[in-house]
């Protein structure tokens, strides 16, 4: 069985003392670079871990680098997702993709099994991003800064068309977030079986210019198909709203 990034994590913070401080933790940094040998920013994943294990109450901030464990409990899903952690990673669609990823291994789970969690594949993975360690149902986790339309951005053209064929085809987990209120808004899951060869559409090949020159892409039309509630907005009671807004200032700060 493969292990989850969330495994491991749980497994190093287990052995951690009731206080420990960020250098405690960045000294499994060569240990876990070992279970994810592609990851080339696993000091920028623990630091977003720490992040999400703070939003799920698994631990707390007491500020300058020291943390404090809060329960053995079990993690609480959190739709928290803060884009502003300071990573040392430029690219603003790279972070993008490590914060939502780190988000995503610790509250998704398999849809098909008990797992409650799934393990990130190698990033040259064809088609699918992650999968899940027991009975290997595989993932794409999609994210978005808003809502989704009708299309949603595919993987590479050729593998994906060949996964439906031979009906491989992972399931998609879309992810919309609303980064203002650093916040996870809705997810939902739709089935891979449901996307059928005509829903694939090639993208124009990559320029020249590009890393990936000559690179096709697709995209997928998802109109019409049969999707399931993955995560809701949550409710928040008026006796609350009411409080926050006898609390809210008149003037602006
Ligand atoms: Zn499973």
């Keep these: 069985m493969q292990r989850s990034w969330k495994d491991l994590v749980a497994e190093i913070v287990s052995r951690l003392p009731s206080h420990f401080e960020l250098r405690d933790v960045l000294k499994y940094e060569r240990e876990l670079g070992l279970y994810y040998p592609n990851n080339s920013h696993i000091d920028a994943k623990i630091r977003q871990t720490l992040q999400v294990l703070r939003d799920q109450r698994v631990i707390a901030f007491e500020g300058r680098g020291r943390y404090s464990k809060i329960n053995a409990a079990k ?6 997702i ?73 993987a590479a053209y050729q ?13 998609y987990l879309l992810i919309e977030y609303d980064r203002r209120f650093s916040t996870v808004v809705f997810g939902v899951a739709i089935s891979g079986q449901s996307i059928t060869e005509n829903r694939v559409i090639a993208r124009a090949p990559l320029g020249a210019t590009a890393r990936r020159a000559g690179w096709i892409g697709c995209t997928l039309r998802i109109e019409g198909l049969p999707m399931v509630s993955v995560v809701e907005p949550h409710v928040v009671d ?16």
Aim: charge should be neutral; aromatic fraction near 8%.
């Design 238 to 253: 008026p006796a609350t709203v009411r409080e926050r807004w006898a609390a809210n200032p008149r003037e602006p700060t």
């Design 159 to 171: 593998p994906t068309i060949e996964a439906v064929r031979a009906g491989r085809c992972p399931d």
């Design 75 to 80: 993690p609480q899903f959190s739709p928290l």
């Design 82 to 154: 803060d884009f502003t952690v300071p990573l040392n990673i430029t690219s603003r669609a790279q972070v993008a993709r490590l914060v939502l990823e780190t988000w995503a291994e610790f509250n998704l789970f398999c849809l098909n099994c008990d797992a409650d969690s799934l393990v990130r594949l190698a990033a040259n993975t064809p088609v699918a991003d992650f999968e899940c360690g027991v009975c290997e149902a595989r993932y794409q986790v999609k994210g978005k800064d808003g809502r989704f339309s009708s299309v949603i951005p595919g």
